[in-house]
């Protein structure tokens, strides 16, 4: 079992930047790649970004692609989401997944675990 737990959400103007952090406590002996997903109020949730067990490759969603950047700590076993010059259509819940997969995807077909998700709201 993995549990994940997201922090760093809140509320930012837009241009804003924020990090937010997913730290995994468990089975962090296994590998998994790791995803950010978030859901927009009224919409489904949509993968962000994720990161590849395999070789620490990244993906990234078009409409974030050039302002949100992933890394991740393994001997912090945490996971990181950059997020910067932040819109209003970036609001949402984000929430930190990981699945058995060496080669990450955006899709949420393959994750095996979930965290509860961090809120994060970009207004003036």
């Known amino acids: 079992q993995l549990q994940l737990v997201e922090s760093g959400g809140g509320l930012v103007q837009p241009g804003g930047s924020l990090r937010l952090s997913c730290a995994a406590s468990?089975?962090?002996?296994?590998?998994?790649?790791m995803n950010w997903f978030r859901q927009a109020p009224g919409k489904e949730r949509e993968g962000v970004s994720c990161?590849?067990?395999?070789?620490?490759?990244?993906l990234y969603a078009v409409p974030v692609k050039g302002r949100f950047t992933m890394s991740r700590d393994y001997a912090k076993n945490t996971v990181y989401l950059e997020m910067n010059d932040l819109k209003a259509e970036d609001t949402g819940v984000y929430f930190c997944?990981?699945?058995?997969?060496?080669?990450?995807?955006?899709?949420?077909?393959?994750?095996?675990?979930w965290g509860k998700g961090t809120l994060v709201i970009v207004s003036s």
């Open positions: 468990g089975s962090t002996q296994r590998a998994y790649s």
């Open positions: 997944a990981a699945d058995t997969d060496l080669i990450c995807g955006l899709g949420d077909n393959y994750v095996d675990y």
């Open positions: 990161i590849s067990a395999s070789n620490g490759g990244t």
